[in-house]
């Protein structure tokens, strides 16, 4: 089944305390971003990459940290998390730019 | 800078309604525009985008949304509201100058009541 997996589903942490988002997808997509929801905001948009060792900063990158080594592989990184933080993340993949994003289940994460 | 504006944060309708969502744009640039589902503790799903060609497009659960450049506007439809289209609805602009990046609205909640 083609789909996008992330890991964890839900994550509490305490501030400051380093953590790691896994995403993977297999449906070969050239493109894959991470997202962020809170309420009344919709979905902002964290890091893209159009490829493999190619990123850039979406509209809310400060305080996390993207990688794209493999090409099915795009995890989001905390290196110091803090309580405004908290929030839904999604990623998400893309054939073209085109087609649309496939969205995984999400991430909730806290930081208290 | 493109941005897109969701009129009315929540929509409530009767089952068997017309289903309305209006979404808004400013885009200096041709749009690629979708609409997305997100069905309660769910990932978003495609329901349809605009890219090039004719501007009255067809989605999944019998949505459809028309592509109205002088108004710039993409409002979301369906003839019949069904309980199952109770979710939130997302509009969404790809953003120029950046692969992919693509710009959401705030959604829009619809509920749907017997």
């Known amino acids: 089944e083609a789909q996008v997996t992330q890991n964890p589903r839900y994550l509490i942490t305490v501030t400051g305390k380093k953590l790691t988002v896994t995403c993977s997808q297999n449906?070969?997509?050239?493109?894959m971003s991470w997202y962020r929801q809170d309420p009344g905001l919709g979905l902002r948009q964290i890091y893209y990459?159009?490829?493999?060792?190619?990123?850039d900063k979406g509209d809310v990158p400060e305080g996390y940290k993207v990688s794209r080594k493999e090409k099915r592989n795009f995890p989001l990184i905390l290196e110091s998390p803090s309580p405004n933080q908290t929030s839904l993340y999604f990623c998400?993949?893309?054939?073209?730019?085109?087609?649309?994003?496939?969205f995984g289940s999400g991430t909730r994460l806290t930081v208290v | 800078a493109q941005s897109v504006t969701q009129l009315g944060s929540h929509v409530s309708v009767s089952e068997g309604a017309l289903v309305l969502l209006r979404c808004n744009y400013s885009s200096s640039v041709p749009p690629y525009l979708f609409w997305y589902v997100q069905y309660p503790n769910q990932g978003l799903q495609l329901l349809l985008k605009?890219?090039?060609?004719?501007?009255l497009v067809k989605g999944i659960n019998g949505f459809e949304a028309e592509f109205k450049k002088s108004e710039t506007s993409f409002h979301l439809t369906k003839p019949s509201a069904h309980m199952s289209d109770a979710a939130e609805y997302f509009c969404?602009?790809?953003?120029?100058?950046?692969?992919?990046?693509?710009?959401f609205g705030a959604g829009t909640r619809l509920a749907v009541h017997p």
């Open positions: 990459s159009m490829n493999v060792e190619v990123t």
């Open positions: 969404a602009v790809r953003k120029s100058g950046g692969y992919n990046k693509l710009i």
């Open positions: 998400a993949s893309s054939e073209r730019d085109s087609y649309g994003y496939t």
């Open positions: 605009y890219t090039t060609g004719a501007t």
């Open positions: 449906m070969n997509h050239e493109y």
